[in-house]
């Protein structure tokens, strides 16, 4: 997922937005939600996958397993941190047979490499509520770097759950020969955008702390 052409599916996401007055890009919300590490609302958070299919068609790829964390640091928005992990076997197609193919060895090999993951090195914002997002992705054992287009959505008392939450939307690309992933290039593009929608909510679980780590390991091996 990387550069210019990935996002995606992934976060430090510019919590700038939380801020209710004009502090400017970066600046850290002066009544928004707390510091603290913010966990993965699995039920809440959508990454999908598309790519040109033999120029007739965008087909779209869901992840159905994310977990993963955000150290968020409401003092410093550029000081805080994201870690994604996703189960590779978990990506659907919503065809059978396809799916089989997407975990076998032909592509994400999940028996060998069951994880995806991401994790930041730096967020740089471009206003109050939107910025770029670096960081790498690991794929099939191999490390990429990853530039995401994030936008606060925003950061509020959940209203369900009574705890504080943060909402993300991001977008990239990356090219997917860079991971071994090569099959039936150029007739299936090489380009694949990822998109994510993903919502935090204050305090850790042990998906959500397992997962980071995973990524945290990936990304300090690159």
Avoid at 5 to 16: F, H, K, N, P, Q
Avoid at 146 to 162: R, Y
């Amino acid at each position: 997922m990387r550069g210019a052409g990935l996002i995606a599916v992934l976060a430090t996401l510019t919590i700038t937005a939380c801020s209710k007055t004009d502090s400017g890009p970066g600046a850290a919300p002066d009544d928004g939600v707390p510091s603290g590490i913010y966990a993965v609302d699995p039920s809440h958070t959508y990454v999908t996958f598309s790519y040109l299919h033999q120029d007739l068609s965008y087909p779209l790829l869901r992840a159905t397993s994310i977990n993963g964390e955000l150290e968020f640091d409401s003092d410093n928005i550029s000081n805080s941190k994201v870690s994604i992990s996703i189960a590779a076997d978990s990506i659907r197609s919503n065809v059978g047979n396809f799916d089989k193919e997407l975990a076998s060895r032909k592509f994400f090999n999940v028996e060998e490499y069951p994880n995806i993951s991401f994790s930041t090195d730096r967020y740089e914002a471009s206003s109050e509520n939107e910025g770029i997002l670096y960081g790498h992705v690991t794929i099939r054992d191999t490390t990429q770097p990853l530039e995401l287009a994030v936008t606060l959505n925003d950061a509020i008392m959940h209203p369900i759950f009574d705890v504080p939450a943060i909402g993300f939307s991001a977008s990239g690309s990356l090219t997917r020969s860079e991971f071994g992933l090569d099959r039936f290039v150029p007739v299936v593009s090489d380009t694949v955008v990822i998109t994510i929608e993903i919502e935090f909510l204050l305090g850790s679980n042990d998906n959500s702390a397992s997962a980071a780590k995973s990524a945290q390991n990936a990304h300090a091996k690159r």
